[in-house]
């Protein structure tokens, strides 16, 4: 049987915890290391219906792609919204794995899977941030590639809304047609200036801040903010495979009651 300490082992591997940002908190947050774990459950972020789903089917680990404990916790009292999933974590005996920001750099994590979902080709890295000691990959923030023919805005948006099975997306027009793409999965928009350096026609990120897209207009670039989960939640059918290939004598799924938290209407 395997316990908690062999799948995180496995996860730092695939996404060194040394390549997360400085202010994250990726990691092994809550739980046991030797604990066995036969099935384990996989979502965007760990949330009180998630940590019931585990419950209900004998999860004895969640891994997750947003820190379940993010700021330094001064209490765990049950009256903030961290603080009962800990505790709710805590009393069921589930452990969290975390894979942040480590995981938007990974080939293979976050950004690669966005890049893809959205047909570009000719990849590279918008953000480079060093290269792996075990494999002599390079890995970083964001991706750059290319459409195989150009597209309008409005055709180009409808493809990302269907690929990312997106409520809404928030678009800036600057006129051009899409051909070469940037992408950072989750909230990227302060990388506006490289995908600017890099000569693109069109961003694609989540959580854009209005002076970014006051910017993004000065500047003739495109701007769809396609939301933080939409941007982001293909990861988790990377990470089941990831542990399914891994691990074939686990049980591995996906949340099904996770869902994004902003709605549209």
């Known amino acids: 049987m395997r316990n908690v300490r062999e799948i995180v082992s496995y996860l730092e591997q695939k996404a060194p915890l040394s390549w997360q940002e400085s202010y994250d908190n990726a990691g092994f947050l809550v739980g ?11 979502a965007l972020d760990v ?10 089917t004998g999860a004895s680990l969640i891994v997750s792609h947003h820190p379940v404990i993010f700021q330094p916790l001064r209490n765990v009292t049950g009256q ?9 974590l805590i009393r069921n005996e589930i452990g969290a794995v975390c894979m942040h920001t480590n995981l938007d750099a990974a ?30 990959m390079a890995y970083g923030i964001g991706r750059v590639g290319m459409l195989d023919a150009p597209l309008p805005l409005l055709a180009f948006g409808e493809r990302v809304k269907r690929a990312l099975h997106a409520g809404g997306l928030r678009l800036c027009d600057a006129g051009k047609s899409v051909s070469r793409v940037a992408v950072g999965g989750g909230s990227c928009g302060s990388l506006l200036p490289e995908v600017i350096a890099l000569g693109c026609d069109t961003f694609v990120t989540g959580d854009v801040k209005y002076d970014v897209f006051l910017e993004a207009a000065a500047m003739g670039v ?12 293909l990861v988790c ?29």
Do not use: C
């Open 47 to 56: 949330t009180l219906p998630v940590v019931q789903e585990a419950v209900d």
């Open 32 to 42: 046991d290391p030797e604990a066995s774990v036969e099935r384990v459950l996989v």
């Open 107 to 136: 080939p293979g994590g976050v950004n690669d899977l966005l890049a893809e979902a959205l047909g570009l080709i000719q990849t590279k890295l918008l953000l480079p941030m060093g290269v792996g000691e075990a494999d002599g």
């Open 237 to 265: 059918g990377q990470l089941v495979s990831w542990l399914k290939d891994a691990f074939p004598d686990l049980e591995t799924a996906i949340s099904h009651r996770h869902r994004d938290v902003v709605q549209f209407v």
């Open 222 to 233: 495109n701007l769809i903010d396609a939301g933080h989960y939409p941007t982001e939640n």
């Open 80 to 88: 903030d919204g961290t603080s009962k999933v800990v505790q709710s």
